[in-house]
């Protein structure tokens, strides 16, 4: 997963959560959610246990496009960004 994959899919999934999606991962009962960083710790929780049903597309050099599901990506180049 490239950067700007991983940006776009953050951003996404913290939209869908802020107008109301159910979370795909236990949240703890206490938790409030007050802002958009709370969120985001959300949707990154559930992109580190692989719980995102989406799909990334990758235009090829050809012309063609693939389509590649968040699960089977390595997100070994986005480590750093997956902090909290």
């Not at 949240?27 to 710790?41: A, H, I």
Request: proline fraction near 6%.
């Amino acid at each position: 997963m490239t950067k700007y994959e991983f940006n776009e899919l953050i951003s996404l999934r913290t939209t869908h959560l802020s107008l109301g999606a159910i979370p795909f991962v236990q949240l703890p009962e206490d938790l409030k959610v007050t802002g958009n960083m709370q969120l985001r710790k959300i949707a990154l929780q559930e992109l580190k246990e692989g719980k995102l049903p989406y799909l990334v597309k990758r235009p090829m050099p050809n012309h063609k496009v693939e389509y590649w599901k968040v699960r089977e990506m390595d997100l070994s180049s986005v480590r750093n960004l997956i902090r909290e």
